[in-house]
């Protein structure tokens, strides 16, 4: 059977990741190093993710504030982790102006005393500023929010998965003890797995990262990991207890109820434009994007099929009547989101676009459609189309969004368990990884950086995290049978 | 009698300015040069505004979209004027690393081959990516909005008027012909100076920029112009007719219907957090900032007055039960936005807490209040309190909130028309301008570059636009009796 999608995944998952990308129109690389253009559709999917987002974030009593994009040098130097964490990544500004040369080239001119790094994170800013900010117990907990774009210079760029320039959301909070801000960290953890399950329909898994993958800094990270297609895990979301190591850097600290001076603790937590990748690569299939209802810009389409019908006119009244139907119901509290394609493609064209742009639900309505006061439905979650009565059809509509929603879940979380192993010896590992969809291992291991070297050299494959839940008991290390082992995920990784 | 802000408008307006920002933690300078950072109150108020822009650019066509913030030098020199008229204040990135030098200090590393200059607008990626999107008349109109952070370089700073970087909306369309793209240009100029009215009930001139104070690359620049209470003008929004100018320089081509090559007509429009300052100099006093109660983050604020009091918790429940109460209640389509302040401060100080933060209506609930089912009311739009029922309250309140935008709106309008003289001849011109608080000068003007640069030089007066009505005809030159004038603005500006 012809797919909308060539390559397919089978054939190249990596092309046909970017190719279903480009059918759907979601992004496209421009001719900056590393920086993507986000076009209509995949800009309208961040929207909705983050409407939402917004919306948990403000539930948990975060409030969004915004903080420059220019971080000095002296700054970033004060975490001496942090900044090694990031020195080789940083786009560095050094000059405020330009002048034409002789040969009337532009270059920079007027260099600044102080070179800027543009944020690759704004712990050394936001530490700046807490400082000033923070006097007493009565300014805790100090729980912000920004949305805001960042830079990672960026030597292998994938569209929405790694670009030097990306979009995200990023928590930063301040705590009067140890407990309150490993509560806040976990607390967003939560949010984020959850919202990854019941938005996004990407089940997650939660778990620490090791000493090795932690971000630089912090004491302890946690992430959210999910499942590509291909087996891969895609780490989709982090929150980070940074201890007291920002506030010693930056000194910030607040006096106690017993009027002494003490260091807050702080976390940091947040999510990117990559959670987009995450989707695409969760969902789609061999015809293109398919997109759970919750965060499609467009959940019910509409496409008169008027082709040699006379009077073109009738089709079109009776689909902007279907189309107020369907705007007065509500779907997550928000009336449905539909469109008429009045496009003058033809109905297979009009249809097949629709496919791959992942909308949920087709209504293809053509003459008989009119006569017999009917809707020809398509599911982007199944195969085949059917005749549904005009009235039955909007009595049903929530149900099947809601129904779209759960299924696209329920295939993910099918797919992970499928492609989940737990494994118990170091042979069966190494033999494990060299298959082909090689998904999760579940195994015991006692963490250790030459090991953790060790197999990322040989296979590729890095401990993804240790997962909050299972952790029952300890266990005998597959790799040096010591017994002090604990549950850890390992795969591939984005 | 003592007033909340110190200094009083009276005494010194920029630093009366300064204070209200202060004392309303809207915002704050950081240690960047320039860069401000936008504090929760601020920046709620700028995302009150953002919702209802957004609101009124997605009804007119326009889809959102992002663009990189890096431009390649060699696209910003394509259009000649443009790069001139920006040249001196961009920050440019020349280095993607950074590395310790002997002494552990940080330095710069791996310079880039192309430096890249951080957006100080986006016409010139937009004009690459345009060109590359367009080829046929069926791809136009092309309408697109960014939201995004904008950096250009800035000697003299002043919160939210004039910052390094700042956030704005920039919309970028193309269009078929020279009438549609115009026809574009003055929509969006309508839609600023409706919003600006109707919003942030901010009275604003429309017009027509002289060639002097068009935007680098513009063939017509319009914008919106306001007036703060120091009698000086504010640019408020601009919206830019671009002709063909980047179409040429950019290659931005389509087939039309005939099968012929033809450049688009584009234009280009947006407003800034700008935008907050001129809010802020519009309707604040000398106690503090005053927010029209459609983009007020907090609408109505409730302060338990519980001094003394044996049984505080009778009080908070029937504050909770108020606030629910106003929460059912829709003010502009949704849910009125209430506070309880639970702090533990003296209820005088709460007040004036919420009196400098500006929210429109302060219901003080204490004994009496609780016992009599009464609320104590404070509008922030006019003196005194008054005793209502609880009910009588509820009943009125989306009409007193209405009443308040339209109130400040009034009084705004009444300021600026007290404030705007028309003047016939130089000698009173130059006479005028050196009275304190000038306002903004209607007078007949032969648009010259000299005078222009003369008025400026003498008086630091600068032509705002030939407003777009009152042009019935021609008149006499106050400057050179030419006959061919015609009635422009003249006001000293931020």
Redesign the interface.
């Known amino acids: 059977m012809k797919t909308a999608i060539t390559p397919t995944r089978a054939e190249n998952y990596p092309e046909w990741y970017q190719q279903v990308i480009k059918k759907a129109d979601l992004a496209e690389t421009?001719?900056?190093h590393g920086?993507?253009?986000?076009?209509?559709w995949?800009?309208?999917i961040?929207?909705n993710i983050q409407q939402e987002l917004d919306r948990r974030i403000k539930e948990t009593g975060h409030?969004?504030?915004?903080?420059?994009?220019?971080?000095?040098?002296s700054?970033?130097?004060k975490e001496a982790e942090h900044?090694l964490g990031f020195?080789?990544?940083?786009?560095?500004?050094?000059?405020?102006?330009?002048?034409?040369n002789r040969e009337g080239?532009?270059?920079?001119a007027s260099p600044l005393k102080e070179?800027?790094?543009?944020r690759p994170t704004s712990e050394a800013?936001v530490g700046?500023?807490f400082a000033n900010w923070i006097h007493s117990y009565r300014d805790l907990p100090l729980l912000?929010n920004q949305w805001?774009?960042i830079v990672r210079?960026e030597m292998r760029p994938r569209l929405f998965l790694r670009t030097?320039?990306f979009?995200w959301q990023e928590g930063h909070t301040a705590h009067i003890s140890e407990k309150e801000a490993r509560d806040e960290t976990l607390k967003m953890l939560n949010m984020y797995a959850d919202f990854a399950e019941n938005f996004l329909a990407m089940p997650v898994i939660k778990g620490r990262k090791t000493e090795n993958e932690k971000f630089p800094g912090a004491v302890d990270t946690y992430s959210i990991e999910a499942m590509m297609q291909d087996g891969k895990a895609l780490q989709a979301g982090t929150s980070h207890f940074l201890g007291q190591k920002f506030a010693k850097a930056f000194q910030i600290k607040y006096v106690n109820l017993k009027g002494k001076q003490e260091y807050v603790w702080t976390t940091s937590w947040g999510v990117t434009t990559r959670l987009i990748g995450g989707l695409v690569m969760t969902h789609s299939d061999d015809n293109g994007l398919v997109l759970p209802p919750s965060l499609a810009p467009i959940q019910v389409v509409i496409v008169p099929v008027i082709h040699k019908f006379k009077n073109p006119q009738t089709i079109y009244n009776y689909c902007e009547k279907l189309a107020e139907s369907i705007k007065g119901e509500n779907y997550n509290n928000k009336p449905i989101r539909v469109k008429i394609d009045f496009t003058d493609d033809s109905p297979g064209n009009k249809a097949w676009y629709w496919v791959k742009k992942g909308v949920p639900i087709r209504l293809e309505i053509g003459p008989k459609e009119y006569k017999t006061n009917n809707v020809y439905l398509s599911r982007r979650d199944k195969n085949g189309k059917i005749s549904v009565p005009h009235k039955k059809f909007i009595d049903t509509l929530v149900m099947q969004l809601t129904e779209i929603q759960r299924n696209l879940l329920k295939t993910a979380k099918k797919f992970v368990k499928q492609n989940s192993t737990e494994i118990t010896n170091k042979k069966d590992f190494y033999k494990h990884f060299t298959t082909e969809k090689s998904g999760f291992v579940y195994a015991y291991w006692r963490e250790d950086d030459a090991i953790e070297r060790q197999i990322k050299q040989d296979l590729n494959v890095t401990v993804r995290c240790l997962p909050l839940v299972k952790q029952k008991f300890a266990g005998k290390c597959i790799f040096t049978g010591d017994k002090g082992g604990r549950l850890v995920v390992f795969a591939k990784a984005y």
Chains 1, 2 share one sequence.
């Open positions: 421009s001719a900056v920086c993507m253009i986000i076009k209509p995949g800009y309208a961040w929207e409030e969004n504030l915004y903080f420059p994009m220019f971080i000095p040098l700054y970033i130097e900044v020195a080789k990544e940083c786009a560095v500004v050094t000059h405020r102006r330009l002048i034409q080239k532009l270059i920079p070179p800027l790094v543009i800013i700046t500023t912000t805001a774009n210079w030097t320039e979009l």
